[in-house]
């Protein structure tokens, strides 16, 4: 069964940095895209980045400079350190598998507040 | 950047009727195209895929069909389970991008 696991949002002052972790089972992370979508509150879906199998790494403009995805092959897991925080940035985190993400995570909060 | 439009942003419809959704690219997209449905309080939910591909367990009464820059999600006979906000998404070019999403709701 595929699951994914979201895990390290919290209250971040801004400037402030966090990093996510998305904990996988029933796939391997080095054989898969890997997305991160955000969902501000009351909003829509926004796509944030993805790490492709081969290691090749892409960002929206909006976090680009700001965030970096990473995996860990042994530990399937995909992270995405998020530096530089903003007020909107204030968002739920999910992560994915695929370039269409036919499964998801439940996502964890990201707040960013003074 | 490609800029997908969805319209209506609100459609009410009534239990057993059909619903259509639109979608449409600012640049051709091919059928690198996806379709999710969005509970309250729930992850998105898979679709539709290469445009009109069904995803795993999705009932029949969902489809899709488009190409290009103009797409359509139908939903032949409402379920009340069906309400639910539905988004769109290109994944033909980066950065990979989302519809603004569209709130079907009860009549």
């Known amino acids: 069964e595929v699951q994914l696991v979201e895990s390290g949002g919290g209250l971040v002052q801004p400037g402030g940095s966090l990093r996510l972790s998305c904990a996988v089972s029933?796939?391997?992370?080095?054989?898969?895209?890997v997305t991160w979508v955000r969902q501000a509150p009351g909003k829509g879906l926004e796509w944030v980045s993805v790490i492709y199998p081969g290691g090749n790494t892409y960002y929206a403009d909006s976090v680009k400079g700001r965030f970096t995805i990473s995996r860990d092959n042994s530990k399937n897991t995909v992270d995405l350190q998020v530096k530089i925080l903003r007020i909107e940035d204030t968002a739920i985190y999910y992560c994915?598998?695929?370039?269409?993400?036919?499964?998801w995570g439940q996502g964890t909060l990201v707040t960013v507040s003074s | 950047e490609i800029v997908m439009t969805q319209s209506p942003a609100t459609l009410s419809v009534s239990p057993g009727e059909r619903a259509t959704l639109s979608c449409r690219a600012s640049?051709?997209?091919?059928?690198?195209l996806a379709w999710y449905q969005q509970k309250p309080g729930q992850a998105p939910r898979l679709l539709i895929y290469?445009?009109?591909t069904r995803a795993t367990g999705i009932p029949a009464r969902f489809s899709g069909s488009g190409s290009g820059t103009e797409f359509t999600l139908t939903i032949s006979s409402l379920q009340s389970e069906d309400f639910a906000d539905y988004y769109c998404q290109q994944y033909s070019d980066w950065p990979l991008t989302f519809g603004g999403g569209a709130k079907v709701d009860i009549k």
């Open positions: 640049q051709n997209v091919r059928v690198n």
């Open positions: 290469g445009a009109s």
């Open positions: 994915a598998r695929g370039l269409w993400n036919e499964y």
């Open positions: 029933g796939f391997t992370v080095s054989n898969n895209y």
